[in-house]
């Protein structure tokens, strides 16, 4: 079964950007890499996703200013890491970030393997 490691979050200023990554180690048949963040007191809710090959990426389908457009997800297939990167932070992004696999879906219930999650907090 696989298992995912998050890693680099931190104290991040508004307005500037991040790069989170999620290491895999293990073996997965899911197609998918997905990022999921939840804030203090929400539910969690879908960041983006990319294929096991990097074909295909797929964002939040929020239509608010708060991630329209400033995400980008890629992969390191050498590395068996996923990267999601982050730009013109505001303080509403702050959450923990979570990697998990899973189906073409935007789904949380659609994912599993869930990561332990990294803390982003974006100061205004």
């Known amino acids: 079964q696989v298992q995912l490691v998050e890693s680099g979050g931190g104290l991040v200023p508004a307005g500037g950007s991040v790069r989170l990554s999620c290491s895999a180690s293990g073996r997965t048949t899911m197609p998918v890499t997905g990022w999921f963040r939840q804030a203090p007191g929400k539910e969690r809710e879908f960041v983006a996703a990319?294929?096991?090959?990097?074909?295909?990426?797929?964002?939040?389908?929020s239509t608010t200013e708060s991630m329209k457009g400033r995400f980008q997800i890629s992969r390191d297939n050498a590395k068996d890491t996923v990267y999601p990167q982050m730009n013109t932070l505001k303080p509403e992004d702050t959450a923990v970030y979570y990697c998990a696999v899973g189906g073409y879906s935007r789904d949380p219930e659609s994912f599993h393997s869930w990561g332990q999650g990294t803390r982003v907090t974006v100061s205004s």
């Open positions: 990319i294929s096991r090959s990097g074909a295909v990426t797929f964002y939040s389908e």
